[in-house]
Nanobody, 118 residues
């Protein structure tokens, strides 16, 4: 239906930056939501940032530090992470939600580890 392939995460020092990307293939429809969630050890998966059309939605904890963007021509969503903090350490998951067509539903990437050292 929909396949999501994320770029590698990595290890970065506090205050540093990292950019994640995710390429979607398959039944991708315009007007969908693309974005990122994360899950830290022992915690529930939480929203980081999403894009629906021109509208963005950010977790309060990342506002002003993270930027989500997408290239519709490439079916790619990006997450630019600046001023990283140790509490940003988590597995980050790419997310797509289709609202129309035969592939309605939520889709997840395999996850990529981001570790921020203090």
């Amino acid at each position: 239906q929909v396949q999501l392939v994320e770029s590698a995460g990595g290890l970065v020092q506090a205050g540093g930056s990292l950019r994640l990307s995710c390429v979607a293939s398959g039944r991708i429809f315009s007007g969908n939501t693309m974005g990122w969630y994360r899950q830290a050890p022992g915690k529930q998966r939480e929203l980081v940032a999403t894009l629906t059309g021109g509208m963005t939605n950010y977790a309060d904890s990342v506002k002003g530090r993270f930027t989500v963007s997408r290239d519709n021509a490439k079916n790619t969503v990006y997450l630019q992470m600046n001023s990283l903090k140790p509490e940003d350490t988590a597995v980050y998951y790419c997310y797509v939600k289709n609202y129309f067509g035969p592939a309605i539903g939520d889709y997840w990437g395999q996850g990529t580890q981001v570790t921020v050292s203090s």
